[in-house]
């Protein structure tokens, strides 16, 4: 076959072509940071990524997931606090109270500070964490008790509980069962909290001896129920910590992975990059010895 210059010609200018087309993807590569910029650079890179790329997203979902129920949880937590403090110092003076040598003017200034007390336990069954009531189940809009100590739901068993997904398949409970703090299945349930503080009222008021003996182990075994919740809450709380940590751990291999697959080598990268440059000066000094001599050469 007949080689003639003008395939020479074309031949040299598709080399140069393709060498400065090598030379721009690894100039490209050290820009940006990053192996490929679009997929057809590398489909299977690309693909992995983007599997990468979702799992990363994922798990900080979850992470912002965990920070919601923390929220949940730490309120929760101190405001169980709040309650067992108040309901020991209801307890105390309901012992106080039952001594015999009291009198009725003196039971009734205990009194006036047992109502008071209850008025701090509605605050704090009415808790609201950024416009949630976080002692009403899902239903966070509305207050669940009155001024009095009512429940304002008149189906306790319609509270369901809040479940918050914390890894892949884990819903994890965020809030408190207020039926295991502040009463039991029903509006009109004589064991609820507040209808023991008001049991408790009326035999101050009353000057009722016996009642308020009896109250003493009612307020006895509402701290108790108080305590018990707090400890599940706890363990609860123990639990997300574990799963904070494993989010964590996935998070910094997730990353690690998308890394590895997608960010460009710098090392290797400039050593790619001088080679190109030293092929492509190659093919320039080549290219310029397979030109047919012009003209102009002749006449020099």
């Known amino acids: 076959m007949r080689i003639t210059q003008n395939m020479l010609s074309n031949n040299m200018l598709r080399n140069l072509s393709n060498n400065y087309s090598k030379l721009d993807m690894i100039m490209e590569q050290l820009h940006t940071g990053k192996k490929i910029t679009r997929p057809s650079d590398d489909p299977v890179v690309a693909m992995q990524g983007m599997n990468y790329r979702t799992q990363v997203i994922e798990i900080e979902q979850f992470a912002r997931n965990t920070s919601e129920v923390n929220n949940w949880m730490d309120n929760s937590d ?10 020991q110092k209801i307890r105390e003076l309901a012992v106080q109270a039952s001594n015999d040598t009291y009198d009725e003017a003196q039971r009734q200034n205990i009194k006036e500070e047992v109502e008071q007390l209850k008025k701090h336990l509605v605050e704090i069954s009415n808790t609201n964490v950024n416009g949630k009531y976080i002692f009403n189940g899902t239903n966070t809009t509305e207050k669940p008790f009155d001024d009095n100590g009512k429940w304002n739901n008149p189906d306790l068993t319609q509270i369901s509980d809040v479940k918050i997904e914390v890894a892949n398949g884990t819903k994890l409970e965020a809030n408190v069962d207020p039926t295991t ?16 503080i008001d049991f408790f009222i009326n035999a101050l008021d009353t000057n009722n001896q016996a009642e308020i003996d009896a109250s003493i182990g009612k307020m006895q075994t509402r701290i108790d ?25 996935q998070e910094v291999i997730a990353k690690k992975m998308m890394s590895e697959n997608e960010d460009a080598d710098y090392e290797k990268t400039i050593t790619q990059l001088i080679t190109q440059e030293s092929i492509l000066r190659a093919s320039l000094s080549a290219g310029s010895r397979t030109m047919q001599p012009s003209l102009l050469d002749f006449l020099r």
Do not use: P, Q, Y
């Open 181 to 196: 703090v502040f009463g039991g299945t029903g509006a009109n349930d004589v064991a609820e909290l507040f209808e023991d």
């Open 78 to 87: 101190a405001a169980l606090d709040k309650a067992t403090k108040a309901l």
């Open 225 to 249: 129920d108080v305590v018990n919740s707090r400890a599940n809450l706890g363990a609860r709380m123990n639990r997300l910590e574990l799963i904070e940590n494993r989010l964590g751990e």
